[in-house]
């Protein structure tokens, strides 16, 4: 048994040891961590979360399998980092503010993700300039979301200009940049949410808003050409009568994909799932779509660090609007 806590408190950080509820979560010191070959040491400013962190601490999903194979683990949860760089490198001068989508999905070492502490290892190549239109905290709320979000739309999806999209769970973290990039794109766009979430809709620029406990306006709706689903399961299962004949659905929670795949097939229809990479130059396209002011970045929580649990809560609830981000600082 490896005992994580003999070299010396270096830095606070959010860990758990053990799967749990949110209260598993504690914030202590640990080890700084050790930077390897390639990777550039990070002074965390704030990390953003997703719906990934709350499962993996759940014991749920491919993460927590893969660390649930290990005799023992210390976990770090956080994806999403913006932060300023602490240690000279080829990419970035010491102070350079950058943001990320890091150590995903787990390192070699078992340490990943990272981000949840006052300084993180991240490669070099996962990081980029921060944008400068938004305060640097407030950044850590784009990798993840933003990236799976130009993933689905523009990489699996290939989205053209005049189609029909629905982004299922338009007000979320991955939904409230999906509804903007579409519009970006010039498709026509509607999304889902509850009643009290028609109005975020619009102000994202949601053509054909839609309150999900209306049934009978989702079918009205349709047929569209892409559906992004965030929501899997049998959200995801229903909005399959909404797709056009020759269109596509993405399906994105993890947990369900294989079952709706398996249910387009049934029906003859293309469904599909992906998990969400890291990409510079796609993180950069967003970067400059929020400093061009094309890409708005909503952020329901920010947190100090320990309140983890708190904002493990809040994610858990499955209603949080845009993103919910933890900092370092208190905020004042
Ligand atoms: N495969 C991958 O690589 C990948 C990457 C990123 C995310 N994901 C997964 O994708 C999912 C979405 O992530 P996220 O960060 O966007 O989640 P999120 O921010 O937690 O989503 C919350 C949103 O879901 C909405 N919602 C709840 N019930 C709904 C319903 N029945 N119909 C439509 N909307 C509903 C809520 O709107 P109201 O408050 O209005 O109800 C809320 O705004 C998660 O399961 C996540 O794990 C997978």
């Known amino acids: 048994m490896i005992n994580w806590f003999n070299s010396g408190a270096d830095m606070q950080a959010l860990y758990y040891t053990e799967f749990g509820a949110a209260d598993c979560m504690q914030l202590g010191d640990l080890p700084l961590p ?18 990934i962190d709350v499962k993996t601490r759940a014991g749920k999903g491919f993460v927590a399998a893969g660390l649930g194979e290990r005799e023992s683990f210390c976990f770090v949860p956080g994806y999403d980092l913006a932060g300023t760089v602490e240690t000279a490198n080829e990419a970035f001068a010491v102070g350079s503010p950058v943001i990320g989508m890091v150590n995903f999905p787990l390192t070699k070492a078992g ?39 130009w ?42 949410a509850s009643a ?40 995801g299962r229903q909005a399959l009568d909404w797709l056009a004949a020759d269109g596509l659905m993405l399906t994105v929670p993890t ?7 398996a249910a387009g097939a049934a029906e003859g229809k293309r469904v599909q799932g992906y998990t969400v990479q890291p ?25 100090p660090m320990a309140q983890g649990p ?17 900092e370092n600082q208190s905020v004042s």
Not at 132 to 149: D, W
Not at 170 to 187: D, E, N
Not at 204 to 222: I, K, T
């Open 34 to 51: 050790v930077v390897g070959k390639g990777e550039v040491l990070v002074k965390v400013t704030a990390a953003g979360l997703n719906p």
């Open 111 to 149: 340490r990943g993700a990272g981000a949840c502490a006052e300084y993180c290892a991240a490669v070099a190549a996962d990081l980029v300039a921060a944008p400068k239109r938004v305060e640097l905290a407030l950044a850590a709320a784009l990798p993840l979301a933003g990236l799976t979000a």
């Open 151 to 192: 993933q689905g739309l523009f990489q699996h999806g290939a989205l053209q200009t005049g189609q029909r999209l629905l982004v299922l769970a338009g007000a979320g973290g991955v939904g409230h940049l999906a509804v903007q990039l579409g519009r970006s794109a010039g498709a026509e766009v509607g999304a889902t």
């Open 196 to 235: 009290s979430n028609q109005d975020f809709l619009h102000s994202l620029g949601a053509q054909v808003c839609l309150d999900y406990s209306r049934p009978d306006a989702l079918a009205a709706a349709g047929p569209w050409d892409l559906i992004l689903d965030l929501m899997g399961g049998e959200v």
């Open 255 to 261: 947990l369900t994909a294989a079952e709706l795949v």
């Open 279 to 303: 990409n510079k130059d796609q993180l950069i396209q967003l970067v400059e779509l929020v400093d061009q002011g094309a890409l708005n970045l909503h952020i329901s929580h920010r947190l």
């Open 310 to 326: 708190e904002a493990h809560r809040l994610l858990e609830t499955g209603h949080m609007k845009g993103k919910v981000i933890l």
